[in-house]
């Protein structure tokens, strides 16, 4: 099990948000995200720290428009060391690739209708390769089961986080991320279930985050999860306002590799 850091990026500015509250953007309606913090340094800061730091893997994620400078700015200060998400497509995955991203994450682009489009994603592979790509099937809640949503984590799709969608889209990418979207920056404790679904079904490394709110919850997600679901910290890590020491982590990070 790794931590894997993030890089949240709204209004060009580096964040930490509550997930659900984030809504499709649109001229006539007002921002409705609930921002938990927003960092007086720019995104190339934190690339450097979890450069210097020698911690792989971590996501940077566009919020909607206006991003592209600071996400930039990220990845040409970690080349290599971030994988980046936020709109991206056929056309322009090799432009973040290029910049200096590891991989790319697509949730959105895949689906039609709301069922994942295989000549979509049949098309992102011929364009970039498994290697360079994440499947990001972040998810809510529904009927006990946990529905990927898409278009800012607020449209359910027809499919779900189960071993026969892991194994199956586990053939088209590298990793998988998934948040917890319900508990996204709530800082009030994981979704469990999640991660023991991801620890014991997927054939491939996955990243969970969302709703961490102790250093404790890294041992955790280590045991539920058996040892095999990386974590990633946003709101409580005291680099964002929590309360969670970053050095701490690092420093779990390393012992447990």
């Given at each position: 099990?790794?931590?894997?850091?993030?890089?949240?990026?709204?209004?060009?500015?580096?964040?930490?948000?509550?997930?659900?509250?984030?809504?499709?953007?649109?001229?006539?309606?007002?921002?409705?995200?609930?921002?938990?913090?927003?960092?007086?340094?720019?995104?190339?800061?934190?690339?450097?720290?979890?450069?210097?730091?020698?911690?792989?893997?971590?996501?940077?994620?566009?919020?909607?428009?206006?991003?592209?400078?600071?996400?930039?700015?990220?990845?040409?200060?970690?080349?290599?060391?971030?994988?980046?998400?936020?709109?991206?497509?056929p056309d322009n995955a090799a432009i973040y690739l290029d910049a200096g991203a590891s991989h790319v994450i697509v949730t959105s682009y895949l689906f039609s209708d709301g069922d994942i489009d295989m000549d979509r994603v049949k098309l992102l592979v011929k364009k970039i390769g498994k290697k360079n790509l994440v499947l990001d099937f972040s998810c809510r809640k529904r009927d006990e089961e946990y529905w990927i949503v898409t278009d800012r984590w607020q449209k359910f799709t027809k499919v779900s986080v189960n071993q026969k969608n892991l194994e199956q889209f586990a053939k088209y990418c590298d990793e998988f991320l998934v948040h917890g979207v319900d508990v996204e920056g709530k800082m009030a404790g994981i979704e469990s279930y999640l991660v023991e679904i991801l620890g014991r079904y997927s054939p491939i490394p996955v990243t969970y985050a969302g709703g961490v709110k102790s250093f404790s919850d890294l041992d955790l997600v280590k045991r539920i999860g058996c040892d095999r679901v990386d974590l990633t910290i946003g709101s409580a890590l005291d680099i964002f306002g929590g309360t969670i020491p970053y050095k701490e982590v690092v420093k779990w990070h390393k012992s447990n590799q």
């Open positions: 099990m790794k931590f894997r850091p993030c890089i949240d990026i709204k209004n060009g500015k580096v964040v930490q948000i509550v997930g659900s509250t984030l809504q499709e953007s649109r001229a006539e309606a007002p921002d409705t995200a609930i921002t938990n913090f927003e960092s007086s340094h720019d995104s190339s800061y934190f690339a450097k720290l979890y450069k210097n730091n020698a911690i792989y893997g971590g996501h940077v994620i566009s919020l909607g428009s206006g991003n592209h400078d600071a996400v930039i700015s990220a990845l040409h200060a970690f080349a290599g060391g971030l994988q980046f998400g936020g709109g991206i497509n």
